[in-house]
T-cell receptor, first 115, second 117 residues
Framework: GAVVSQHPSRVICKSGTSVKIECRSL??????MFWYRQFPKQSLMLMAT?????????EQGVEKDKFLINHASLTLSTLTVTSAHPEDSSFYIC???????????FGPGTRLTVT | AQSVAQPEDQVNVAEGNPLTVKCTYS??????LFWYVQYPNRGLQFLLK??????LVKGSYGFEAEFNKSQTSFHLKKPSALVSDSALYFC???????????????FGSGTKLNVKP
């Protein structure tokens, strides 16, 4: 139980285009999902907290108009990187809060490369 | 400010020897404590957590961690390392009673464990 998937696992897009990453909780309902960004050989940086049916809460310094988050259902949150630039290239990881409030279950990550 | 420190960027150990990966934290109250492992280009895999009770927590793959309240530490240990344990290890802390803050995780910078045959 408590499996989180991400799609796609890898994506390459051209500069100026938008790309959508999906995060799904496969066997449980997740009222809260988190989006992280990880640079090479660095830790995870929390970008935003996504709550089903409401607007996401962004961390300081994260552009909400660039990183659009939608949490339309209890099993799906999406992150859309708009007008992508090469500096947006990174590893994006989502997590979902489990039935017990202090647990998080992590997705396998999405490698985004912007050319 | 909340912070989590993993003072060693890298830990090298020979296969069969014990290993320790250090983690200290500065978080208000008595936080929940976690260890995760990450293999290249993969997400985080849960190893173990401390919520309450015995200070020595046993987790997956033979790993264990010791919670030390006075030193605010949560070091990860394994009695006998395997080459397959080589990976990136993250300590994470979530402030207790922070449901209003959606139970955010604060991550350490990660420690690369190299286990040599």
């Amino acid at each position: 139980g408590a499996v989180v998937s991400q799609h796609p696992s890898r994506v390459i897009c051209k500069s100026g285009t938008s790309v959508k990453i999906e995060c799904r909780s496969l066997d449980f309902q997740a009222t809260t999902m988190f989006w992280y960004r990880q640079f090479p050989k660095q830790s995870l940086m929390l970008m935003a907290t996504s709550n089903e049916g409401s607007k996401a809460t962004y961390e300081q310094g994260v552009e909400k108009d660039k990183f659009l988050i939608n949490h339309a259902s209890l099993t799906l949150s999406t992150l859309t990187v708009t007008s992508a630039h090469p500096e947006d290239s990174s590893f994006y990881i989502c997590s979902a809060r489990g039935r017990v409030s202090y647990e998080q279950y992590f997705g396998p990550g999405t490698r985004l490369t912007v050319t | 400010a909340q912070s989590v420190a993993q003072p060693e960027d890298q830990v090298n150990v020979a296969e069969g020897n014990p290993l320790t990966v250090k983690c200290t934290y500065s978080v208000s109250g008595n936080p929940y404590l976690f260890w995760y492992v990450q293999y290249p280009n993969r997400g985080l895999q849960f190893l173990l957590k401390y919520i309450t009770g015995d200070n020595l927590v046993k987790g997956s793959y033979g790993f264990e961690a010791e919670f030390n309240k006075s030193q605010t530490s949560f070091h990860l240990k394994k009695p006998s390392a395997l080459v397959s344990d080589s990976a990136l290890y993250f300590c994470a802390v979530s402030p207790r009673g922070s449901e209003y803050n959606f139970n955010k995780f604060y991550f350490g910078s990660g420690t690369k464990l190299n286990v040599k045959p």
